[in-house]
């Protein structure tokens, strides 16, 4: 499937997805780790000031947006997944766009949120979008992804009523590939995902420490 096939086999499953998930669990519960690391940062914010988190493939929000700080911005590629999400979480901030090309400035995010996302995407373009978050995160940023833990690229029909497609690289790879992107401190914790499967998931850390300033920002304009 190429981009616009994925895009408009999303807009097509979304309500359905959205009605299959269980917006609780295991991996909802590894945001509260991702925003007390986040707690303890050192941020170019005011005091009191909520960090800035990006979801990434957020579709209706209940998972992951709903339990991010008011404010927080949401991406994703399914037009209607971001209708839903706009009735789920209306304090968001939606963004329509795709994770290999983020329309968002440099050093902009203290956090970005990945979950069942990147594997949407051919695996070939993977160390792009992880490029893509390293440029939008400031220096000493957190992501919390979802691992893959094999090696496949395949097309699922029937899948929520429809079908979808999956490509990921292999675990080891994937682990390389965030290496390679420029982020450190790799962990990885194994938890429930939205479907009741257990899947395993990585917090990492941007290398660099954040500037006293904040750094500049350059490019898109900010959600």
């Known amino acids: 499937m190429d981009r616009n096939e994925v895009r ?3 807009d097509a499953v979304a309500e359905t997805y959205a009605a299959r998930r269980d ?29 800035l988190v990006l979801d990434v493939g957020c579709g209706d929000g209940a998972r992951t947006l709903a339990n991010l700080p008011p404010g927080s911005v949401g991406l994703d590629v399914s037009r209607r997944g971001l209708e839903l999400a706009a009735q789920t979480v209306p304090a968001a901030r939606l963004v329509h766009g795709e994770m290999s090309a983020l329309p968002f400035a440099a050093d902009r995010f203290d956090a970005i949120t990945a979950y069942h996302a990147v594997f949407h995407v051919a695996r070939e373009r993977h160390p792009a979008v992880y490029d893509e978050f390293a440029r939008v995160l400031r220096p000493g940023g957190r992501l919390l992804a979802t691992l893959p833990s094999g090696s496949f690229e395949t097309v699922r029909r029937g899948w929520m009523g429809g079908e979808m497609f999956f490509s990921a690289p292999g675990r080891e790879r994937t682990l390389d590939q965030l290496r390679a992107a420029g982020f450190a ?4 914790r194994t938890a429930t995902d939205p479907l009741g499967s257990s899947t395993e998931f990585v917090f990492a850390t941007l290398a660099g420490e954040p ?10 304009t900010d959600p």
């Open 8 to 10: 408009r086999a999303w």
């Open 23 to 51: 917006p609780d669990g295991s991996d909802a519960a590894l945001i509260d780790d991702l925003l007390d690391a986040l707690a303890s940062d050192p941020r170019d914010a005011t005091d009191g000031d909520d960090p």
């Open 185 to 188: 401190d790799v962990e990885t």
């Open 211 to 220: 500037a006293p300033d904040g750094g500049a920002e350059s490019g898109a």
